[in-house]
């Protein structure tokens, strides 16, 4: 394969959940717990389902949704053209290249037309980071994926209501202490958010990350769900009832 000729020496290929081969930067973000929960939040579908991811980084998202039979076919949009790539051979290894294709394009030019047409659902791990907040990395592929360099979450937002059909939900993991940015991001982009799930390290710590559920075009009612906890306890490394669901492939439910 061209990637792996390209990339030699730089990536790692593991077996990760479902059964899914993934071959990852050694130097860039790899998978962890917020790509799995935001699979596990979008529901199982019940007809023929079109989708898109903003920001696919090596795929694992979209494969996870594809795996889990929660799309028919998807779209994923990624900036940086090593990611395009790696999730386009992501999908080729796992056997879904006729699935999902890659858009290598900033989501600020994301149009439906890209996708042939309105889509039922998009989903995303947006930059959580503003640009001017925290430490730099020295890798500025994890610099792009973190922070608002090449879009903010307005951008994201934007992009998510042009590419969504009226009706369309948009499901999206972040940061608790930007949900006010997330919110009125979504509310300027006539999405309106719908259920907020709170994420925490155990029921001692401050919530970590926040789950997401928007329409378009939905009239307001918000749902905030009791808390999802990934640890049973401050001192235990056993994962909670409802995450250990997840992590065998169950649809998030609270």
Not at 103 to 131: H, Q, T, W
Not at 158 to 170: D, Q, T
Not at 192 to 205: D, G, I, M, Q, S
Request: hydrophobic share 35%; aromatic share 8%; net charge negative.
């Amino acid at each position: 394969m061209d990637l792996i000729e390209i990339m030699e020496g730089e990536t790692v290929t593991d077996q990760v959940n479902d059964g899914i081969v993934l071959t990852q930067r050694k130097k860039g973000l790899k998978f962890g717990t917020d790509a799995l929960l935001l699979a596990a939040c979008m529901p199982e579908q019940k007809k023929p389902l079109r989708a898109a991811e903003l920001g696919s980084g090596t795929g694992i998202i979209s494969l996870l949704c594809l795996q889990r039979n929660k799309a028919d076919r998807i779209y994923a949009y990624e900036i940086q053209k090593e990611y395009a790539e790696l999730t386009r051979f992501n999908a080729e290894q796992n056997g879904f290249d006729d699935k999902l294709t890659v858009i290598c394009k900033n989501v600020k030019d994301a149009v439906f037309a890209d996708c042939d047409g309105e889509l039922d659902a998009v989903f995303s791990n947006p930059p959580y980071m503003a640009c001017g907040a925290g430490l730099h990395c020295t890798e500025g592929e994890k610099d792009i994926a973190r922070r608002e360099i090449c879009g903010t979450v307005s951008d994201f937002a934007n992009a998510a209501a042009r590419l969504l059909k009226w009706g369309g939900s948009f499901y999206c993991v972040y940061r608790p202490e930007r949900l006010t940015a997330l919110i009125c991001a979504l509310k300027n982009a006539k999405l309106e958010p719908k259920k907020l799930t709170f994420v925490y390290e155990h029921p001692e710590a401050e919530p970590c990350l926040v789950l997401c559920t928007a329409k378009k075009g939905s009239g307001e009612g918000l749902k905030v769900t009791r808390p999802l906890y990934l640890r049973k306890d401050k001192s235990s490394a056993e994962y909670s009832p409802e995450v250990e669901a997840v992590y065998n492939g169950k649809v998030l439910e609270l």
